[in-house]
């Protein structure tokens, strides 16, 4: 492409991929970074949603057009070639995707390449369910990898009236083993921090009835959190449930619809962001219908999972993680 293109200023290069997405846009993102038009990823996805307007790219594709720009640099890092030996995927907390949302059946899968050389799978009544205030899925590999690797991990779900089984993804994460630094003893890959505005709306959101006069506007953290999505389009690898966890404090019918119409604004800028609906958002604009032992179950696990995150963000303040 380089080549084809140093030729001659008339001539063209035409892109596509499968999806018209993602293999397109890492391919065109890595050919800024390789004709050193910028050093880092992010300038250079940037460049490619405001050129290709849609979704964007996920956390891992950003990974790899990074890994291309540290090749190209100044001082270039190349990938090695010795094997990494997985030994366990930690998941925490736990997500919430079987129907009660109360926990997950999860099992995981390794790849190289699309290759597939290791899964947890078993039959569906041997398959442990997972509850959310167990803390943490753990799952012992001890899996040797080289290359390129894909860790995915699913929730397996029965249909009993149709006698089958089927598999809902919980995330998926990609890296090329090359580049991992020899020593490295732990990889840790994180939501998008909506966090980072949502702990301090659970203390500072407004959902009681006032003076008998209700405050219906957004919350002006759910409107930071919003730009925010705007500015980093595309999400994460699974990440944009983490908005659907919204802590709330509610006192009467007002702090309900106060919230629910928080949750829309959120689903409204996520569906234009990824084309499609959020279901955790929609499941979360039901906490405020129904029976009240349910709200107050909810609303109770929506203040662990704060907690969770305060903790997490705290232990990792002034260390620097890996985001995806």
Known sequence: MHNWLKQNPKNVCVITCSDGRGPSGVLVCAMFCFCHLF?????AMQLLSAKR????LWPSHKRYVGYVCSMVSEKPTLPHSKPLVIKAVTINPIPCFNKQRSG?????????????IFSTAQEYERMREYRVHEGKVLFNLGVS?????????????????????????????????????????????MKMHCFHYLIPL???GNYAIVANAASMDYDPLVVKLNKRHQRHRGGGDGSRAT???????????????????????????????????????????????????????????????ICEQAAIKQATKDKKITTV
Not at 39 to 43: G, K, L, R
């Open 145 to 189: 990898v080289q290359g390129d690797v894909v860790i995915s991990a699913y929730h397996m779900r029965s249909h009993a009236l149709q006698a089958k089984v089927t598999n809902t993804q919980i995330f998926q994460i990609q890296f090329h083993t090359g580049f991992i630094s020899p020593g490295t003893t732990v990889l840790k890959f």
């Open 202 to 204: 659970a203390k500072q």
């Open 53 to 56: 307007p849609g979704p964007g």
């Open 243 to 305: 908005a659907a966890q919204i802590p709330v404090h509610l006192r009467g019918e007002s702090g309900i619809k106060k919230m629910c119409r928080n949750i829309f604004v959120l689903q409204q800028n996520l569906t234009n962001i990824t084309m499609s609906r959020e279901a955790d958002l929609d499941f979360a604009s039901q906490t405020g219908v129904g029976d009240l032992s349910v709200q107050n179950t909810r609303l109770q696990r929506l203040k662990e999972i």
């Open 39 to 43: 050093t880092n990823p992010v300038p």
């Open 104 to 116: 997950c059946r999860p099992f995981c899968d390794v790849l190289i390449g699309e290759t597939k």
